[in-house]
């Protein structure tokens, strides 16, 4: 299934030649004699001498570091390596490098409300938040949590709790009570910082009840913080004052003593990060990501793999329950601007974001595949409607980008762009799969294998294919690997979630094949494929074709057990006004027939008024395969819309032929 067709999109010879990624290249050959001539060559070398390039990247992006040691890598076992056994550094310092007038956040919420902070006021406002926690009891290894929207407030609050060796921990404020429990009642944190309400499709929501609720139920919280969105601060005042334990961010602040703001040194494996799996088999697992590892990942990423720098204005769409947050926010380090939104990205009109883009000059646009699907549906043209002069970079995340999604980016939104498909996930907070500024862009491809990462595609007989499908894998350890799981003394969960299958060898769990000339492909879950007939088939390839279909607006895909095997069925969502008759289901089969093979046509087209998704926005595949086989539906807290599973429960077209 390798792509031969031609790139949608290649980097000029100048281009190439003024990247980050090229400079490096270039640095590290001069360094060390060597005549790496691209990037197939460079990354070869960087897993090859793992220790050097790390140490070198290290140089290279100038981590700020009270010590760094002599060793690059201590013990090299997977789970358990121990890079930079002998560093001591503090995050926060290396976000906070730059101290200037220049525009660090910018904050713009769906209802047009607008702020910003120069670096400079950044520091200052971490500065005397810090002061705040210090004074509130706060201590190295202590946790402190946002339950908060994707806002300013949110990131000073994050590098205040790093600025003191604790650690910060977060999910959005669309979650329930069961989901914030789930998570933050696992990790016991001491202070927690939540809004009193938000925006969201142009609704004003209220977190005021849940919040009473959660102190109620979180023993170990001590302050509530609560950071006025939706209200003016004299009524929340008033509002918190019926509030246990609670005060409001202004008030914490200014009643705490002064103090200047220091960066305690941590060792390189000191928890920085809690993030929390999607939960939707059980409890979220609490994954623990070290200091320096994320460190050292997201400045490879950005300046490397994005090529960010100083004057770009870097924009993810994102919640605080993702880890594309906490992706977003490093971009700090390289001294852009961040641009943060909060609400719906189609409120008050589809092409909202793409105003924004114009309005606040972003080069780097990130982006959910789902995002892109639906934004095609919708009939939108950025390119010409939008000036989207300073784009440079466009970038999806959440699921598979499909190959008329990358076509659509180039045909209707810009010509000349980077459109980088990146894969990873919450278990990395990165990516091992994104983009290069420096190579070509297929369609339906993610550009490349991240520097310094063994990413390798094995068959079931544990070898490294290329142009196969198989397990995406990384076959050596890396920096940025979680340093476990919360209450996971033996480390059994941890060690159960990746090196199951091939002991010390990380499995992430996507099917996925490595293409000829060195790009990835992602088919889907591992846990989703579907086995009809034993042929393994992932589900994105099924989607790629049901997007091609006009009246289809979204859909999920299962395997039904059926008479001693596994039968393909499909849900979709349809435009309004359009009926799912025969002809319709014909088409929609005889277009994934004509372009895969006749086992992956669903046996079965059902439609339905919704699709269950996770709170990030992911279908969740093996929910509604549980629902439909009669099986319980752990956590459905995870989801963001759990009564959706409803409408899968005991239908009458999946009990016959």
């Not at 004057?311 to 380090?333: E, I, K, P, Q, R």
């Not at 907070?429 to 491809?445: K, M, Q």
Request: proline fraction near 4%.
């Amino acid at each position: 299934m390798t792509n031969n067709a031609q790139p949608l999109w290649q980097p000029s010879p100048e281009a190439i030649y003024a990247t980050q990624m090229d400079q490096f290249r270039r640095w590290v050959n001069e360094r060390h004699g060597l005549a790496l001539a691209d990037y197939a060559a460079l990354h070869q070398w960087s897993v090859d001498r793992r220790e050097q390039f790390w140490s070198d990247l290290w140089e290279f992006t100038e981590v700020i570091a009270s010590e760094r040691g002599d060793r690059e890598l201590g013990r090299d076992t997977m789970p358990g390596a121990e890079w930079f056994p002998e560093a001591r550094l503090n995050f926060a310092e290396n976000l906070l490098r730059y101290r200037d007038d220049r525009v660090a956040l910018v904050e713009r919420l769906e209802n047009g409300r607008r702020r910003q902070l120069s670096y400079a006021e950044l520091y200052t406002a971490v500065e005397r938040l810090a002061a705040a926690l210090v004074a509130q009891g706060v201590e190295q290894g202590d946790r402190v949590a946002g339950f908060m929207p994707n806002i300013i407030d949110t990131v000073v609050a994050m590098l205040a709790t790093t600025s003191i060796g604790a650690i910060w921990t977060s999910c959005s404020p669309d979650f329930g009570i069961n989901g914030v429990l789930d998570r933050f009642g696992q990790v016991e944190p001491k202070v927690l910082f939540a809004c009193e309400g938000y925006f969201y499709n142009g609704k004003t929501i209220d977190s005021l009840p849940r919040l009473r609720e959660i102190v109620g139920r979180i023993e170990s919280i001590e302050k509530l913080v609560v950071v006025p969105v939706a209200r003016s601060a004299e009524e929340c005042k008033a509002e918190v004052e019926s509030l246990d334990k609670a005060v409001v961010l202004d008030e914490f602040v200014d009643t705490a003593p002064e103090r200047a703001l220091t960066f305690v040194q941590t060792a390189f494996n000191h928890p920085l990060y809690i993030m929390y799996s999607s939960g939707t088999t059980g409890v979220p697992k609490c994954i623990v990501h070290g200091v320096g590892g994320t460190l050292l990942q997201h400045l490879k990423e950005h300046r490397l793999h994005c090529d960010l720098k100083r004057d770009d204005a870097l924009f993810y769409f994102t919640t605080c329950g993702w880890m594309m947050w906490n992706w977003l926010v490093s971009g700090l380090a390289c001294g852009a601007t961040l641009v943060l939104f909060d609400g719906s990205p189609f409120y008050p009109a589809a092409e909202s974001l793409w105003d924004m883009a114009d309005e606040e000059n972003i080069s780097v646009f990130g982006t959910s595949a789902k995002y892109i699907a639906a934004l095609e549906k919708s009939g939108r043209k950025p390119r010409e409607s939008h000036r989207l002069e300073k784009l440079r970079a466009v970038l999806s995340t959440g699921s598979p980008l499909a190959h008329e999604g990358f076509r659509y980016v180039y045909r209707d939104i810009k010509e000349d762009v980077c459109l980088s498909s990146i894969s990873g996930g919450t278990d990395i907070v990165s990516c091992f799969a994104l983009g290069n500024p420096t190579l070509p862009v297929y369609a339906g491809e993610l550009q490349c294998r991240g520097l310094g990462m063994a990413v390798e595609v094995w068959n079931d007989g544990g070898q490294a294919v290329i142009g196969e499908k198989g397990e995406l894998v990384c076959a050596s350890s890396f920096p940025c690997m979680p340093i476990g799981f919360w209450n996971d003394e033996d480390g059994s969960r941890y060690r159960g979630a990746y090196f199951e299958n091939w002991p010390g060898v990380w499995a992430h769990g996507d099917y996925a094949e490595i293409t000829e000339h060195g790009g990835v492909i992602i088919y889907g879950r591992s846990d989703a494929v579907l086995n009809p007939g034993g042929v393994r088939i992932g589900t994105a390839e099924i989607y790629r074709q049901v997007e091609k279909v006009e009246e289809v607006l979204d859909s999920i895909c299962i395997g039904q057990e059926w008479r001693d095997d596994v039968r393909v069925v499909l849900f979709v969502v349809l435009r309004e006004s359009v009926e799912l008759n025969e002809d319709l289901i014909q088409k929609i089969r005889s277009t994934i027939r004509a372009n895969t093979t006749p086992r992956h046509v669903p046996a079965k087209v059902i439609q339905v008024a919704d699709i269950p998704r996770t709170i990030s926005g992911k279908i969740v595949e093996l929910a509604v395969r549980n629902v439909v086989h009669g099986k319980p539906v752990k956590n459905q807290e995870a989801l963001a819309n759990p009564e959706a599973l409803e409408l899968y429960e005991n239908l009458p077209e999946l009990a016959g032929d």
